[in-house]
Every structure is written in C-alpha cells, then in structure tokens.
C-alpha cells in the first residue's frame, strides 16, 4: 500500500533520455530503459510488429539507432541465447551479438509473457551496452525521417539532462563513414554441414543465421563462410565450390572493392558457377556486373514490402533491411531486373539473361518477417546441383478474366446474434466494387433498416440497381434468378444464411442449369471448409492438423466419438453461425442434450477435442487467382479458448506472440488457403499451445465473417471490397491500397497502434438466461477501440460498450456480483459477460498476476496492463488532488491519459467535477493527439481521413482547423468549463437551451461549408439500437455531402456502414462520451452537432454538450430533455390536455404502491433517458412493483422513474415524423399488429396503417402538431400511442430518429433523415409529396430474434425489448407482406397436413383464435392442445384436437398413453407451437408455458406467442400465401394508382 499522496506510481520508469536530431529540430524528450550510455548513429525505423530480438542482432543495423514504429515492445521478453541449433547456432538470434547503436519506441513493456524468454528487453539491452529509449511519439519521428531522409541522430541518457542551446561540433557519427562490412564480417573461414554432397562459398558481410541455416539444414549443402574481403581468386583456403553466395550486410556496398573485385572473378569464369546474392549481396552482384548504385531516402526496413517477380508477375510479401539500392538503368547489357517493389517500381533484384546469377534486394531467409520467397534458395541450390530450373511464365488469367454484366448478392437478412451489423458493412462495401466496375447489381435482402438496401442513387455512392425484400431462401433466390437471369452470384457477404442457401443451390445443380456462376471461392471449397471430415483430410494432404474432431449424424454416433476423443469434448452444429448450438460436454449424458440441440440446428454435428486453455488466434487471408496471398491480420484473443471468439476481447495486432510463432501461423494460413483454393477473403482460427510451439487449427471460414469486418477497420484495408475486386478474375498487384491511392493492394498492413475489441452483451434482458459464456455466441455487439497502450484501448473500450462506465474497474463498476452469492474466485474461474471486472477486483484486491492466471488461463501480459491499471487507480485513490498537481503535475496528469484514465474517472477519484479535471489538464498542456490509420505506419504518405486519438503521442497527423470556436479559447474556456458538469449531473441547467444553438438557429449554408458538421454515431448495437441508427447516421452524412457540408463522423462500431472512411470527410474511430467529442469539437471547429441520428447514446449528450458551449444542431437540448425526462413531459402533456395514461413519479415505494392501488393494476414503470425500453416492467401486484421499482433506479440512476396506469387490449400506433422549428413537414403513422405491452421494437408494424380510424388518425395528427410546436423541434422524432376505440393516448415521445426511420424512408420512397439533415443545419427543406392514402402497396414490419442462443430465456415479449434485428416485406395487400416478413425473420411454416400444439391460457384469447383453429382444422393440420385448450375447443367446434398433458418440470415425458407437451416437442412430431400466456407479465415461477416455448426454440420448433399474429398467419395460410412471385421494391413504387403521382 503506498502512503497518502506518493504518486511515485505515475512517474516513468528509467533515467531521462533525449534524441538529437543532426537535422536541427526540436530534441525528442522521453525515457530510458536498457544501458546508461551515450551512443550516435544513423536514425532509421523498421515497420515490422514483431521480431525485435531478430531485428537487433541484425548485422545490417550496424551502426544505426532503430526506430520501431510498432508501440508495444519488450511484451514477449527475449529467449535464452543458449539454446541452439543442430548447426550450434543460437536458435532465436540472428548472430551472436546487437549490432544496433540504440533502440526508440513509444512504449516499453515492463513485465513480459512468453514461455521462451529468459531476460526482459532491458536486461538483454543492458548487457550489451544499448541504450533504449521509450515515451517518444514514434509515428511523428518516422514521419520526419519519410519526409527528410534517414538522419544521424544522437542518444543521451542521465539522471538531470539539460538540452544545450547549441549542438558542438563531432556531436553526431556518421556511421555510414566507417566500413560497416569491416566490422560484422567473420574473421575467420568456417564450415558447416561438412561432407554434404555441394560446396557453396558464402561471403560473410553481416550474413544472418537464418540464410545459414536454410542453405545447411534445409537444403543440405556444405557452405564455407569467408570473411567480406576473402580472395576468391588466390582461394587461400583452397575452398572446393560449386557456387557463390552473397550475403546481406550494412553500410555502402562501394566500400566493399574486395569483395567486389572476388565477384567480377566469379563471373568471369567459363563454365560459370551459380550466384546467388540477397540485399547488400544484390548491390554487390550489380555493381560487380558494372551497374550503379545509390543510397535510398530512408531505406526500406520492413516485414511487408510487395515485390513482383517479373517472370511470372507474382507479388510477394518480403522481409527488407538496406538503404541502398542497385540503379536498374545502369545494369549492363544481358543484366536485366528480376523483380520490382510494386509500391514505387524500384529495383528488387537482377538476373542474367542466360548464366545462373542472380540476386534480390529483399530477404527471403526472412526471421524476421515472412518467408515466401524461401524458394529462391532452392532455385540457387538447384542451379549449384545442375537440376533443370522450370520455365517459369506469367499466368494468362489478366488476358481470359471474364467480364461479368449483371451480378446477384445474396444479403444476410435480419440481425441475429451471430450475424450482425458486419454484413450490411460487407454487402455495401461489395456493392460498391461491383458498381465501380460497370456491374448491374441486384441485392436479395429483407433487412430493410441497412445501408445496402438504400436506392438513392447519387454520384458520391453506389447502390444496388433493384431490391429485393423477401425471404433469402433457396426457392426465391431461384424465382430472382429466372427473373434477372444474372451471370453471376455472391454468396459470401451475406454471412452463414446467404452461404447456405448457396450450397443448397449448388448441390441440386440449380445454379448451373441457369448459367450462373458462383463468383469467388467456389461451393466445394465451401463445403470442404465446412464439412469436418472433409477438411480434415484436406488438411492432412498438406501435413496439418485439426483438432481431434470427428463427425455424427445421430446420438449413437456422437457417443462413439466423443468416447474416442475422451471427455470432455466441444459439440458443434455442422454448417451453423457463432457457434449455434455448441456447448461442452463432461459425460454421455450432457453429450446427449446438447446433441440433441444441436441437430435441430444441422443434419451433422462435429465432436471436437475440448483445447480450452489454449491461446486462440485468427489470420484475415486474402488471395487472388493468381495465387497471390497476403495475411491482412492476425488477431489473438483476451481470454483462451473456449469461449466463442464473437464473446471474447480480441486485440490486433496479436500481443504474446514470438516471431518464430507469427510467421509460423501465418505461413500455415497460406498453404492452407492455396491448398483449398480460396479466392478472396477468409479466415483462419488456431489453437496454439501456451507452453510451446505446438498449434492445430480449428476452422476456416471461407467467407467474409464477423472478423473481417474487425479486420477492416482495425487496418483500414477494405477486405470485403478488395474481395470482390478479386472474385472478378482481378490480382491484388493491380487493386490499389484505398487508403495511399498510390500503393498496391498485395501488401500486408503494418499497424503502429494497437486495437481492442470488446463485445456488448444484453444478457440482463432476459430472465433465467445463463450468463456464462462457452462456444456459442451470446454477445449481440462490439466495439473497437484505437490506441497506443493495451491500457488505454481496454479502458477505451469499457467505456464504449458501457457509457455509464468511466473506465475499466473491478469493484467501482458495479457489475460483479456479490461475493456472499458467488465468490471471487468462482467468477474469475467462470467465462461470463462480467468476469473481466471480477479480474479487475481481484487485481485491486492485491490478488497476484500469477493466481489470476491459473484460475483464469489469461496470459500474463494482459494481467500484468491490468494490474498496471489497478495500481494507478489505487496511486490516486490514496491521494489528493493537490498532491497529483504538486510536482511534476504535467508529467502525472499524462501518465494518467496515456493509461486511457478518462477525465471523468479522474475527477470522481479526487472527488473533483469532471470540468474541472478537463480544465487543469488542458492548462497542464495535456491534449490528445489526432492521429491517421494509413496501413503502412507512416512510412508512405497517405492523405486519409481515418482518425484516432491517443496521449500517446505530442504531434498531430492532420492539419487542426483554422477557425478555433470560442469553447477552445483558455481564457474563455477556463471559467466556461468550470462550471459544466458531466452527464452524470443530478440536475440540468436550463441555460442549456439558450447556448444550443450558439450564435444563430439558422446557419447558412456557407458556414457549415466551411466548417462542417459532426454526426454522432450510434455506439455498439444493442437491442434497442442496431443497424437503423447506423443507416441513419450515413443518410445524414450523406445528405450533408450532398449540400457540399463537410462531414465529421464519431463512432466506434466496426460492424457500421458509418465508420467506412470512404462515407465522410474525416471518420473519427472514437468515444461518444462527452470528454472525447468535446477534444474532436474543439479540434475540428465544426458548426455544430447533430446528436439526433445516432440513438440514445448521442441522444443523451445533448444536455452535457449544450452546457460546456458546444452548438447543437435541430431541437435544442433543453426541449430534447422536456421529452426525455419522464416527468417533465408528463407535466407537459396535462398542461397542453393532451391525454395518457395516468402516471405519477417515483418518489417512494411506498407512493408507487399507493397510485397503483388507486388506477389499479396492472401498472408500467417507466426510466427516462433509456433505450428499448431498459428496466421497464408490468407489475401485478405489490411485490412486483417494488422489485421493479429497484431495477428502474439503478438503470435511471439520478433520472425520474414515472409509473403509469398499463391499459389492457390497446392498439398501439407509431408516428414517425420530421419537423423545422415546431411545423411537421412530413410524417408516417404505421400501426403494431400485436396490442399494446409488446415493446414497440418487438412489434409486428403495418405500414401505411390498414385498420385505424379516420378520427384515430385525426387525433394523432393534432397531438403530434401539438407537441412538435411546444418542443420547438427541428429534424427526426418519433411519437407512440395507444388507441383504444377512437380514444388515443401519448405514450411517449423521441426527439431523434426512432429504429422504424428506415422502414418509413424506404416504404414512402422518401428518406426522411436526409429532410431531417436540411432542417438542422437550416437549409430551409422542402417537404416531400407523400399522399400515405394514394400508395396501393403495404409493408410489414417483422421482429427477429435469438432466443435459440440465449439458453434458458422466456422466448416471449413484453414491454422491454427482446428482439435483436428485424426484416421487411412488401405486398399488395397485409398479408402479403404479413407472410413474407415472417417467413423472412426464418420462420418455419408447418408442412401441409402437419401437427401444430396449442395451448391458450385466457378465455379471451381462445375466443379470439376460434377462427384461427377452424382454419387450421379446415387445411388438414393435426392439432394438438393442452387440456384447457383441448377441451375448449373441442367442445365449442369438435376439431379432434389431442390432448397432451402439461410439463411441470424439464424431464416430464408424461406417460405412453399420455405424453405431455414437452414430449411430442422433444420428438418433434408437431413443427410449430402456438402458445398465448395469460397477459405479457413476467412471472418468476417456471411455468409450464415456459418450459413449452423454451423447448421449441431448443429443438427448432416454430413458435407463435402472440394471438393477434396467430390469427394473422391462420389466415395467411387459408389464402396460400405461401407461395407468391418475386418482386423487388421498384414494382412497388411502380405500381399504378389513382390520385398522386410523382413528377
């Protein structure tokens, strides 16, 4: 524990350190880690994200002082230089000793994990003399040495450094001065593999252990290594030799005139002998052969430089160490270039026309980097051994590529966990490459709230041609294409649905009948990916393993597995998403109900070897069919396996990885993606062993997945676009990088950053749902978070899958349970959506790293960030807020930052506002930096607008704007900010209103040209907000990029549209919390702020915002919280006479009970300020109320909690509408099929309305004027009713856009978010002519949801929202688009003359479906009831329903001659259950009701719980909708009507 204000914590470690620059500019201050000593040399960096104990004991690096632009060094320790090789060499070292003068990164890891490492970083550098120097801005200094050239630069280290006024002469070495060949070079002739059958003569210039090695061990020849300066011709030691080999090395290749003069002998010899020369050998070779060289700007030093064999035009990925290179220009005669650098066209290595001489400027020995170009060893070798070389010619497939006129893409329908918001990414992204290459593009897609299924058509972006909103099933995929007759399919950007229904299409030889062709990676490939048995065997053909796995067709057969494998084992669905049903299982008889699941989900399960515990990695490969091949990727979880990757944090680049183990993985993903044949994008998953090299892979997904959206995001290359571009027959040499323009698309991107994915689970939602986490996926989100410590994106990242969360705590967080009920040591043991917090507490605890890790399997380097958190969060707690400021304020204040403490976190700490936090800060100096995602770590430029921000870093990369707005002023903004407060304040200023709009409500167009506008996005998809407020977010961007508006967007969801950064002026990948889109504001000097589009979340920064200055554009903030606040609107609405139900605030238990004794029950209770209905609740009685009341506080925290009276058999109508300073310009009124107690998002909605009153209709349109012109609103709002007769009551009302913007926008042909977006920004916008009478066409509105993985919730609904995406259909009448909606959300129609069980609680309701069970009796289905049901209707219409009895427990079979429900589910002998409890309640018993409609979603049984949708589908049936004709949404729009028509 350390004492009260000893915040020696937050100091940096090490001495101070200072760089000199030779080039004048400004000395670099930071830290100092590894040797005390002073040291000069050349300045130089290196791009690749591992290898550092490869890269200094480089020779090549003699005399250079190394940059690494990766900014976490030193995690994975260094090995032990006493382990060697057969050869004796040490076997992770590249010679015997560091060859680099010093060493500078941004961030030096302390504690280090890895199982090969004896000795830190630090320790290894102390050894050997080196300085190292940390806390320095590395992407600004690689900047500087891209834009000027390498500089001699000059390291000083000491206690109390003061910076000189002037540099003294000799103050900087010139290495390159000195012969650095000299220096490296053995002194002495060695041999190794004496007595292997060919003798090669290698010059030793500062050759790596690893070329030794492939020429000894690998290929088996004897090489004699001789020093740089060895007479060949006098040949001292008169070496045999059948071949010349000439090493890499440092320094200018002229100083070499020995070696030189040695090679000129070689080639000069009749019959020639084979030569083969890498990197400094390359420049020796040309200048040998009478070429030039010269010295490059900042040379290439890199793991991921394309070069392009021009023999054949394949591009590799190469590993480069040198600053010179050979003039092509000048090579001789017969001398002609072997390969170029596909990035600037420079030479990469030459050959003679006709003699075996060659030689490359890169290292295809590699170590580190990648080993692809390996090959030319053997060539070499092969020439030696006089083995004919093959002919090696360019593919012919650029002059035969198909050309494609009419393309069909198969979306992934509506969200479901498992398959989210990633696809309408994907798709867009498809649609957008195909468009560019003059492609019609027809889109089967029935999620109707999606980017993709937009059909504005404007020059900026592209759209599909024709939409189709219908079910994405084999027969209708076929009906489009007899329609559309297109020339090819894509079925990979639509996740598992849209491969599926691929596959089936194939299989029955559908697809080739009609001449359609499956664009990229074909459907064998397909199935051999996800058949196990089959991938096995290919795997095998390639000498690589999966996990023991076997596959089943039944229950015996699983057993017979599993007992081969040995328990336990992993059950898995055959052909399933995010792991649909999966589980573990310890015996037989777990292993049979999870089978049983499992089979209800697929023909064919997989039992699996159970590997948790190992470290669980994936690779984002990309190939095109040339047979290019590029890892874009690779990602290592958080937490071992075991838990499905979609539920773990996953982090990219990988952490803990070696080289060694790096490069191994990844070469597997090549070999395996070649062997498979892939074409475009996949993803491969490993296991790798904790304790050694040991790994086996468990699947290939050979379609763009969740992961590649991740992907995409976290590197900025646009994997589902450049796959496209490929499954049209195009290279990767020839598609250029989207974020240089300038350089290739084969490259691998290399990040100087690190990134953070951290899943949004709603498990809270749902009662009796299990929260532990295991192979099937439970989250229903994610969020990424950017930046330069594993500390700050982890904290980064709790606050955005959390708002309420100021950063990543244990017990401050609220969210462990417990430790009476469950303790620690069992949550930490336990994978649940909270056990990263119990490991928080546990660290705050003083819990070792070591426990933690054994009760955890989490690799200690991530423990070790955690507990670095844990300590500086204790520093503060034990503190004051004067002790931080009184020494080294600065230095502490950042060290906080850089550690990802917010602002707020800070303040809550000392016990100081947030405000006040940001003010001394910011007088401090301490600002975040803005920095770019360019792919390559700024050794290109690249003018991209993809941001971030980090305190680790004192430069920006982008340009700040010129007009600085008065909340950026210090002396403004001290007293200005003094007084705001966080969103967490207990009361609102109401002066907010009046600072909303800043200096005018009415901008003009000018202005915001000028300075732009931010857009908030939506956050992490929840229920509640998903991939509608992401569409609306776009439509606003898009709208302003139409007005010529400058678009700044904030968001943090990889899964988006939105947060492409081709779709806004600058894309800020970052928090929406108040402190970060305050530093963007104030840094980009917008206009203002659109919060309206985005959901919530943005939603609710508009008070917090408007108080600190900042101008909020549209409804001003105060009249945002008039809405918001439950009470105030209430308030409102008596004083305006505008009905609702009777309501009272929450001022006591007691009082809550006392109004619902008085109106009756049942009673709603109602939070304010929350989304999908968070913690609102029916109760029945007393006991519930107060339960509920509990919940409702903890979600509203200091917000009012508003109980009102609940009004049974109520329908309830949406009105969703946009409006300019209180005048609704336009507007839609859809009605909910279902009654009012189904939250709106769950509801079945009809649009236009088709059952309301003319006097209902007349009403809601005099409310909602009413209240549009008392909250003065301006763009997007959403008003709910319910009616009952012609008496219509508010139930509320949202000032931003609702989740049914997209459905209204997309049925009426008008986007209202584009309206929304000219009303805000004052534009003075036009309404729309819409006659909502005069459109003879309905759609429908259908929830989906995925209860199938969420084990053991009540797959019923309420007033809280449940549902986790939605579909829509169009037809000419309700019903029309009733059925296909339906079918469209995956439901699964009883075949004709099926068996369907009923069971109906209320009198009511049973009276109400009597013609539902007439019409079901009429078609010819069995019908099946439980008693009550049973009788009633037998009785009242003699339909012979069965009776079965009703389950009282999980295992009630009931008897042979009586089965019960469960029974006949379990069996499936009925396919679809209609089950209508007795009102939409919760109860907390386990009812027989409960244990029916759980069974059907366990073992795949449709189910209906609705009696209003129930009635719907009866009659549906009747008509024989289920069949119906394709059509897409412009033979809607198209249809003829009287009255409108659009001019």
């Known amino acids: 524990m350390s004492s009260p204000n000893d915040f020696s914590y937050l100091d940096n470690k090490g001495d101070q350190a200072v760089l000199y620059l030779a080039d004048g500019s400004q000395p670099i201050e930071g830290h100092a880690f590894g040797a005390s000593t002073n040291v000069s040399g050349e300045v130089v960096f290196n791009t690749g994200m591992v290898g550092y104990p490869e890269a200094l004991t480089d020779p090549s690096y003699r005399g250079q002082i190394l940059v690494l632009t990766y900014p976490l060094i030193g995690n994975y320790g260094v090995p032990d230089a006493n382990v060697k090789d057969e050869l004796g060499l040490p076997l992770y070292f590249e010679s015997s000793k560091i060859h680099i003068t010093g060493l500078i990164v941004s961030e030096y890891s302390w504690e280090h994990s890895h199982w090969a490492a004896q000795k830190s970083l630090a320790d290894w550098l102390k050894e050997n003399n080196i300085p190292g120097m940390y806390g320095v801005d590395t992407r600004d200094l690689t900047k500087k040495l891209r834009e000027h050239g390498s500089i001699l630069g000059r390291v000083e280290v000491g206690k ?198 060659f030689s490359v400027q890169f290292h295809p020995e590699a170590s580190g980097g990648p080993y692809d170009t390996a090959f030319l060893f053997e060539k070499f070798v092969g020439h030696v051994r006089s083995i004919p070389q093959p002919l090696l010619l360019q593919n012919i497939s650029p002059y035969t590529m198909k050309t494609y006129k009419k393309v069909l893409v198969v979306g992934s329908g509506g969200l479901s966990i498992g398959q989210a918001g990633e696809f309408d990414y994907s798709g867009s992204q498809c649609i957008k490459a195909l468009k560019e290459e003059g492609i019609e593009v027809i889109l089967i897609n029935p999620n109707i709230a999606t980017v993709q299924t937009s059909q504005e058509k404007t020059s900026l972006h592209h759209e599909a041609d024709r939409v189709y909103f219908l079910p994405i099933r084999a027969a209708v995929v076929m009906d489009i ?301 994610e969020v990424m978070a950017i930046g330069r410590s594993f500390e700050e994106v982890i904290q980064k990242a709790c606050r955005m899958v959390n708002p309420a969360l100021d950063g990543l705590e244990g017990h401050d967080s609220n969210l462990t349970p417990d430790e009476d009920d469950i303790p620690l040591e069992k949550q930490l043991q336990t994978p649940t959506d909270t056990r990263l917090f119990a490991v928080q507490a546990a660290l705050e605890d003083g819990w070792s790293i070591d426990k933690v890790h054994e009760l955890t399997k989490i690799d200690k380097w991530f423990l070790s960030k955690l507990k670095n958190i844990a300590t500086l969060r204790q520093s503060c707690k034990d503190g004051t807020y004067k002790g931080l400021l009184s020494v080294k304020a600065e230095a502490r204040m950042r060290s906080l930052k850089v550690a990802g403490f917010s602002d707020r976190q800070i303040g809550r700490y000392f016990s100081v506002p947030e405000a006040e936090i940001r003010s001394t800060r910011k007088l401090l100096g301490v600002f975040p930096s803005v920095k770019q995602i360019d792919t390559l770590a ?263 909690v508003v109980v009102t009276k609940f009004i049974l058999e109520a329908k309830e109508i949406e009105f969703d509408a946009v409006a300019n300073n209180g005048i609704i310009l336009n507007y839609a009124i859809g009605e909910h099929l279902e009654n009012a107690g189904v939250h709106s998002g769950d509801a079945t909605v009809i649009l236009p309305a088709q059952k309301l009153y003319v006097n209902t209709i007349r009403q809601v349109k005099r409310y909602a004027s009413a209240i549009a012109k008392a909250l003065r609103i301006t763009g997007p709002f959403n008003i709910q009713y319910m009616a009952k007769g012609n008496d219509v009551q508010v139930i509320e009302c949202n000032l931003r856009a609702s989740r049914t913007f997209p459905f209204v926008s997309k049925t009426l042909k008008n986007n209202f978010i584009s309206l929304a977006t000219r009303a805000m920004c004052g534009l003075d916008p036009k309404p729309y002519r819409i006659s909502l009478l005069d459109i003879d066409y309905v759609c429908v509105k259908a929830p989906m949801f995925s209860f199938t993985r969420l084990r053991g919730a009540d797959p019923t609904l309420g007033v809280e929202m449940a549902s986790t995406g939605e579909v829509a259909c169009f037809g000419d009448d309700m019903h029309e688009a009733f059925m296909q909606a339906l079918l469209a959300s995956t439901f699964k129609l009883p075949k004709k003359g099926g068996s369907i069980l009923l069971s109906i609680a209320a009198s009511a309701f049973r009276a109400e479906f009597s013609e539902g069970v007439n019409i079901l009796h009429k078609l010819g289905y069995k019908l099946y009831g439980t008693p009550g049901t049973a009788h009633y209707y037998n009785k009242k219409f003699n339909v012979g329903m069965i009776s079965v009895t009703k389950p009282v427990s999980e295992s009630d079979d009931g008897t042979d001659d009586n089965p019960s429900a469960l029974k006949v589910i379990k069996n499936s002998e009925i396919e679809m259950l209609i089950n209508i409890s007795d009102g939409s309640f919760e109860k907390a018993e386990i009812t027989a009701g409960y244990l029916m409609r759980r069974s059907c979603v366990d073992f795949g049984i449709s189910l209906v719980t609705n009696v209003k949708c129930a009635s719907v589908l009866a009659e549906c049936l009747e008509r024989g909708l289920d069949k119906f004709s394709s059509k897409h949404i412009g033979d809607f729009y198209n249809l003829p009507t009287i009255g409108y028509h659009e001019t």
């Open 938 to 1200: 700024a050794e290109f430029p690249a003018q991209t607008n993809y941001l971030y921000m980090t305190y680790s870093g004192r430069h920006d990369d982008v340009t700040e704007a010129s007009d600085t707005p008065q909340i950026q002023t210090p002396q403004i903004q001290t007293k200005k900010l003094a007084d705001c407060r966080s969103i967490s304040s207990t009361e609102f200023h109401k002066r907010a209103r009046g600072m909303s709009f800043g200096k005018s409500a009415t901008s003009k167009l000018d202005d915001f040209k000028s300075s732009g506008v931010m857009v908030l996005g939506c956050g992490a998809y929840c229920i509640g907000s998903s991939v509608e407020f992401d569409w609306c977010a776009v439509s606003a961007v898009r709208q302003l990029r139409r007005d010529g508006i400058k678009s700044v967007i904030v968001n943090y969801n990889p899964e988006t549209v939105s947060t492409d950064y081709d779709e806004s002026d600058r894309l800020y990948f970052e928090e929406l919390s108040l402190e970060r889109v305050l530093d963007i504001y104030e840094r980009e000097s917008v206009a203002g702020i659109i919060v309206s589009v985005g959901g919530q979340i943005p939603n609710n920064l508009a008070g917090p915002l408007a108080e600190c200055g900042a101008k909020i554009l549209g409804t001003s903030a105060r009249d945002i919280e008039r809405a918001e606040d439950r009470r105030q609107f209430s308030d409102m609405l008596d004083d305006m006479n505008l009905q609702q139900p009777a309501w009272s605030v929450l001022r006591s238990k007691e009082e809550a009970i006392a109004f619902a004794e008085k109106v009756g029950y049942p009673v709603l209770i109602r939070p304010s300020f929350v989304l999908s209905g968070a913690a609102m609740r029916v109760a029945i009685d007393d006991e519930q109320l107060k339960n509920f009341l509990s919940l409702a506080a903890d979600v509203a925290a200091d917000k009012p």
């Open 160 to 357: 109390e450094l003061s910076i000189p006024q002037s540099i003294p002469d000799n103050f900087f070495t010139d290495c390159n001065k000195r012969n650095l060949v000299a220096e490296v070079s053995t002194k002495t002739v060695t041999i190794y593999g004496k007595g292997n059958a060919n003798k090669i003569i290698a010059y030793d210039c500062g050759m790596k252990y690893n070329i030794i090695r492939y020429l000894v061990q690998t290929h088996k020849v004897e090489l004699a290594v001789v020093p740089f300066d060895y007479d060949l011709e006098a040949n001292p030691s008169n070496l045999e030799w059948e071949g010349l080999f000439l090493s890499n090395g440092p320094g200018d290749p002229t100083m070499c005139a020995k070696t030189i003069k040695s090679i000129e002998y070689a080639l000069s010899m009749n019959p020639p002998k084979p030569i083969f020369g890498i990197c400094l050998g390359n420049q020796l070779l040309g200048l040998a052969a009478g070429a030039q060289t010269y010295k490059l700007k900042y040379g290439n030093r890199g793991m991921n430089q394309p070069c392009i064999d021009l023999r054949t035009g394949r591009c590799y990925i190469t590993s480069q160490n040198h600053g010179y290179a050979v003039d092509a220009d000048s090579l001789p005669s017969m001398w002609k270039s072997l390969f170029i650098n596909a990035n600037d066209n420079s030479n990469e290595g030459i050959i003679h026309t006709y003699k075996p001489f």
């Open 481 to 781: 294409i007899d329609k559309e007759k297109p020339d090819g399919i894509i079925v990979s950007m639509g996740g598992q649905t849209a491969l599926n229904v691929g596959v089936e299409l194939w299989k029955e030889g559908l697809l080739q009948a009609a001449g359609v062709e499956v664009l990229g990676t074909q459907i064998p490939v397909i199935e051999a990916t996800e058949d196990r048995e089959i991938f096995s065997t290919k795997l095998k053909e390639i000498g690589e393993t999966i996990a023991l796995s076997y596959s089943a067709t039944s229950i015996p057969d699983a057993i017979i597995a599993a007992n081969k494998i040995g328990y336990p084992v992993l059950v898995r669905a055959a052909f399933a998403l995010g792991g649909l049903g999966s589980g573990f299982a310890a015996d037989d008889g777990e292993l049979k109900e999870l089978a049983a699941k499992a089979f209800s989900a697929s023909s064919q399960i997989l039992i699996d070897q159970d590997l948790r515990g190992w470290k669980e990695l994936e690779y984002e490969v990309v190939r095109d069919c040339n047979d290019n091949c590029v890892t874009v990727c690779n990602m290592e979880n958080f937490d071992p396996l075991g838990i499905h990757t979609g539920d773990s944090i996953v982090v990219a680049p990988s952490q803990t990885l070696s080289n060694r183990e790096y490069f191994m993985l990844r070469a597997t993903a090549l070999k395996v993606v070649r062997h498979l044949g892939i074409v475009g994008e996949c993803n491969i998953q490993y296991a790798l062993h904790p304790e050694s090299e040991r790994y086996c892979i468990i699947e290939v997904n050979a379609r763009l997945s969740r992961s590649s959206a991740l992907a995409s995001k976290a590197t900025g290359y646009p994997l589902a676009y450049v796959a496209t571009k490929l499954s049209l027959g195009k290279d990767l040499a020839t598609i250029r990088n989207s974020v240089t323009k300038i350089t290739t698309a084969c490259f691998e991107p290399s990040l100087d950053y690190c990134v953070l994915k951290m899943p949004r689970w709603d498990l809270k939602k749902f009662q009796r749902v299990s929260k532990q986490l295991g192979s099937s996926m439970l989250s229903v989100g």
